[in-house]
């Protein structure tokens, strides 16, 4: 039950991004693992323009996607591709985070809900929005070699409640493959990792993008496994070169901790569920919220 988390510095060109999976895939079969992971953008970063970004999408039965179906199909390897630019209209993708099983078929798409528009502090302005259409549907947990796995996509990282769903729909595992800036890196990857692992008593493994992609885009690396407890498995580090990490899931370990500490059962619904999404509908407090 062996996961690979993997780490690459996309670009434009498919064929050299294909290249550099295929290495990541022999990697993790040569370390015994079931399943690679693969960061947000793994098979296209474009320059600035977000109009190069929506022309290359595609739909997830073409040729493009098909190529890493292939790849899984030849290594006998689970991959999480995550962040795949799907072709939603002529105007705009959705940021789609897809399973494929280790006969290349296609068996979970989740379709990222959080979009990053953000002026970042001491960086750049992204605006996800301009080429991406938000999916609105928390993905149905895959039962896979290595658990059960619940899906997300880099920025989803902020938004606990969504792991919670995944954790109160059976998760063990949740991936979030991302593309991480390296001033929100640095200030946040490890901390809001290691808090969702601990919150939902999941391993959280994060496939990541690492150093220069073009002339303005840079990502933080570290991709990382991190187990129910918090504790960090693996850090690939913030080199720019491709590379893997391993780590173990144990199931055993996680039913005992759950046990012991049964968080989901504590967790006052009851509650929490008006108190989160129902109140505040006077005008002060609304605006407070919707800040
Ligand atoms: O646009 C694409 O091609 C793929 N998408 C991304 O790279 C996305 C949106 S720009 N990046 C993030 O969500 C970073 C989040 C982040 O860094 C944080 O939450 O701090």
Not at 76 to 99: D, M, P, Q, T
Not at 154 to 178: H, K, M, N, Q
Not at 197 to 202: N, P, S, W, Y
């Amino acid at each position: 039950m062996r996961v690979a988390v993997g780490q690459m510095t996309s670009t434009s060109v498919h064929a050299t991004n294909l290249h550099i999976a295929n290495e990541l895939c022999e990697r993790a079969k040569a370390a015994g693992a079931a399943m690679l992971a693969l960061p947000e953008c793994f098979a296209f970063i474009g320059g600035s323009e977000a109009k190069e970004t929506v022309a290359q999408a595609t739909a997830l039965n073409d040729e493009p996607f098909g190529d890493f179906q292939g790849l899984a199909r030849r290594h006998g390897l689970w991959l999480s591709c995550g962040g795949f630019h799907e072709r939603a209209s002529a105007s705009k993708v959705y940021n789609s985070h897809v399973i494929v099983d280790a006969s290349g078929s296609i068996v979970r798409a989740y379709r990222k809900c959080h979009l990053f528009d953000v002026s970042i502090p001491g960086g750049a302005v992204l605006m996800e929005s301009k080429t991406t259409v938000p999916g609105d549907a928390v993905a149905e947990v895959v039962e896979t070699p290595v658990g059960r796995l619940g899906l997300t996509t880099c920025y989803d990282l902020r938004f606990p409640e969504l792991f919670t769903a995944l954790a109160r729909r059976g998760a063990e595992v949740i991936l979030v493959p991302s593309a991480f800036t390296v001033p929100t890196g640095l200030a946040h990857w490890h901390l809001l990792l290691r808090a969702r692992a601990v919150e939902t008593q999941c391993y959280v493994a994060a496939a990541a993008q690492v150093g220069t992609h073009n002339a303005k885009r840079r990502s933080f690396g570290h991709a990382l496994a991190v187990d129910p407890w918090g504790d960090v498995l693996a850090d690939a580090g913030g080199e720019a070169s491709p590379a893997i990490v391993c780590f173990d899931v144990d199931r055993d370990k996680l039913a005992t901790l759950r046990a012991r500490m049964p968080i989901q059962k504590h967790r006052r619904q009851d509650v929490l569920e008006l108190a989160l999404f129902d109140r505040g509908d006077d005008e002060e407090t609304a605006a407070a919220r919707d800040y």
